[in-house]
């Protein structure tokens, strides 16, 4: 498992550079290996396949009542998933208001 999810560490360290610092700062606040943390939050990537985890939408325009932008998601899961709501204020780019499992860096947000 730690060699599939290790296939994300590059892509997380190019695109995300302060997610990835934040998963370090995980990995190392719990004793364990950065690899080992990144597997860990990857379960969705690394479970592709499993049916009917979450949905998302978007609408917009003539699609609403009054032409403002909706977004929403969901996550199914047949057993409640405890987290915290974080807003997370940046030194560089957008704020971010996101809901959190215990342990990961984000799960969705705006």
Same mark, same amino acid.
């Given at each position: 498992m730690l060699l599939e999810g290790r296939k994300y560490i590059p892509f997380?360290?190019?695109? #995300?550079?302060?997610?990835?610092d934040e998963i370090k700062g995980i990995a190392k606040g719990a004793g364990r290996g950065y690899d080992e943390i990144v597997t860990l939050i990857s379960y969705y990537e690394l479970g592709?396949?499993?049916?009917?985890?979450?949905t998302c939408f978007g609408v917009t325009g003539?699609?609403?009542v009054n032409g403002e932008t909706y977004i929403g998601q969901n996550w199914d899961s047949e057993k409640p998933i405890l987290? #915290?709501?974080? *807003? #997370?204020?940046?030194d560089s780019g957008p704020n971010v208001l996101t809901y959190?499992? *215990?342990g990961f860096p984000?799960? *969705?947000?705006l």
């Amino acid at each position: 498992m730690l060699l599939e999810g290790r296939k994300y560490i590059p892509f997380i360290e190019e695109y #995300v550079p302060e997610i990835a610092d934040e998963i370090k700062g995980i990995a190392k606040g719990a004793g364990r290996g950065y690899d080992e943390i990144v597997t860990l939050i990857s379960y969705y990537e690394l479970g592709e396949g499993i049916p009917n985890l979450c949905t998302c939408f978007g609408v917009t325009g003539e699609a609403t009542v009054n032409g403002e932008t909706y977004i929403g998601q969901n996550w199914d899961s047949e057993k409640p998933i405890l987290g #915290v709501m974080l *807003y #997370v204020k940046r030194d560089s780019g957008p704020n971010v208001l996101t809901y959190a499992d *215990y342990g990961f860096p984000a799960s *969705y947000g705006l």
